[in-house]
């Protein structure tokens, strides 16, 4: 890896953030992409998902930018958006406190990242990604946000979260956004639950994008054969979502 990795805490909540080979050296404005659940994505002790991006860099197939790891407080709760009980005894039901933790990324945190480090903070330089809880989290942020985050990577999202292909039925979306969908095809299969739905829901999540004006130019959906719903596979996927979001587009 040649880039440099910096860990440092906001307001109680850990940052894991990816600076670029050529970010000390270059006059260059960086764009951004915040991702959920810290370093669990890109952490080179986890995955090569940052060895993959800087190959993407020096062929010329990606440009730089930062990545901005975010620990959750509670994942649980944050990562939702409406309050749901659990879908089992052995966890703590869902707080639904999506809307306050998009408010202190948008209002908190991300005027610190452009103040304290050379970002390009436009929108459509600005990305929001995340896998599972954290890819239904960053969704939603694409709903409430689209002046904020052009580009929006949902990997593996939960869409089978109580009420929201419901809530996504009843909202249009900015057609100037970028995003990404993806989901294995076994995902879901052993579970007894609404989850057994993954693949069905995401597809209907897709539907729902496309009959709201996003073109294939601007929404991708990747169904990947064989693969279940765990971390190995959401960070064989992140590095290629990065590319397709941020290469081969027209600032607009």
Request: glycine share 8%; aromatic share 14%; hydrophobic share 35%.
């Amino acid at each position: 890896m040649n880039g440099t990795l910096v860990k440092e805490f906001f307001e109680g909540r850990e940052l894991f953030i990816y600076l670029p080979p050529s970010y000390e050296t270059s006059r260059a404005k960086f764009p951004v992409v915040y991702v959920q659940d810290g370093g669990d994505l890109f952490d080179p002790h986890q995955n090569n998902s940052l060895v993959r991006l800087e190959r993407m860099f020096a062929r010329g197939e990606l440009g730089e930018l930062l990545l901005v790891g975010i620990e959750p407080k509670n994942r649980l709760d944050e990562y939702t958006p409406w309050y749901a009980k659990a879908l089992s005894d052995k966890y703590a039901d869902f707080g639904g406190q999506g809307f306050n933790y998009l408010s202190f990324l948008v209002e908190k945190l991300k005027p610190y990242i452009d103040r304290e480090y050379k970002t390009d903070s436009r929108r459509q330089q600005t990305g929001m990604i995340g896998a599972s809880l954290g890819g239904l989290i960053s969704i939603y942020a694409a709903y409430l946000y689209p002046n904020v985050f052009g580009k929006i990577g949902s990997i593996s999202g939960s869409f089978w979260y109580e009420g929201f292909i419901d809530f996504m039925q009843s909202k249009t979306i900015d057609s100037r956004l970028k995003i990404y969908m993806d989901v294995g095809s076994i995902e879901g299969i052993e579970k007894q639950n609404i989850q057994k739905e993954m693949v069905s829901r995401t597809k209907e999540a897709y539907t729902i994008l496309m009959n709201n004006g996003l073109t294939r130019e601007r929404l991708q959906f990747v169904l990947e054969e064989g693969t279940p719903h765990a971390r190995i596979f959401f960070s064989r996927r992140f590095p290629r979502a990065v590319k397709w979001l941020y290469s081969n587009e027209t600032v607009s």
